[in-house]
């Protein structure tokens, strides 16, 4: 049986998870993603940092292949919990954050409406 991960990716939340693994099936490139504002701010508020190295390993990692699967199969909506983004839009008094969260949020009711 495979060892479990124990990178810094592994120790964040789902929701930022999930955001990891649809930048990565989306081919941003590492440092697309360590710079994404909500990856970044996410990191910031766990206290972890993540390096190419962790981003390889997650990229192999059986949770990714499971998120690929289950996109593959529609077994839940690519966009992000919705509640989730309303919160972090809320918490974010910095124009340019808010501007991030509207980023996301765009992109992902985008997505459904394509059923990309």
Avoid at 13 to 31: A, M, S, V
């Amino acid at each position: 049986m495979p060892r479990p991960q124990r990178n810094n990716i592994t120790r964040l939340p789902w929701e930022i998870r999930k955001h990891i693994c649809q930048l990565l099936l989306d081919g941003k490139t590492y440092d697309e993603i360590r710079n994404d504002y909500f990856i970044a701010s996410g990191c910031q508020e766990q206290r972890k940092n993540i390096h190419n190295t962790s981003i390889g390993a997650y990229k192999n990692s059986p949770e990714y292949f499971e998120y690929c699967e289950k996109i593959k199969n529609s077994e839940f909506p690519l966009a992000m919990d919705e509640k989730l983004l309303v919160e972090a839009y809320r918490k974010f008094s910095d124009r340019e954050k808010k501007d991030a969260v509207t980023e996301i949020i765009i992109k992902s009711k985008m997505k459904d409406t394509l059923k990309l």
